[in-house]
């Protein structure tokens, strides 16, 4: 069984910046590739960031491109996602997830998925 645990999130003004963290629960975490996702309410649950096991590639969603970075450390088992420039409609509790296999935008690539942490951004 792997748990992931978020931190990180919280109530901030729109121009602001947030780290979030990741923390997995074993050591074969450095052999998988990671990614985020958030959901706003009443949306569904979308794709932000990923990274490959490597932290030599990484994807974003065209929305947070430019303004969000993903990245990792295998040595603490963590992944992290780094905001700046925070809109309103960045607003979501923010999930890790672990990917198993394929696409690494598509939910069903993942298989294990942490709790999620509340990001919340006022104008």
């Known amino acids: 069984q792997v748990q992931l645990v978020e931190s990180g999130g919280g109530l901030v003004q729109a121009g602001d910046s947030l780290r979030l963290s990741c923390a997995a629960s074993r050591r074969t975490f450095s052999s998988y590739g990671m990614g985020w996702f958030r959901q706003a309410p009443g949306n569904e649950r979308e794709f932000v960031a990923a990274?490959?096991?490597?932290?030599?590639?990484?994807y974003y969603a065209d929305s947070v491109k430019g303004r969000f970075t993903i990245s990792r450390d295998n040595a603490k088992n963590s992944v992290y996602l780094q905001m700046n420039s925070l809109k309103p409609g960045d607003t979501a509790v923010y999930y890790c997830a672990r990917r198993r296999a394929g696409d690494y935008a598509l939910i069903s690539s993942y298989d294990y998925w942490g709790q999620g942490t509340q990001v919340s951004v006022s104008s």
């Open positions: 990274i490959s096991w490597t932290g030599g590639t990484t």
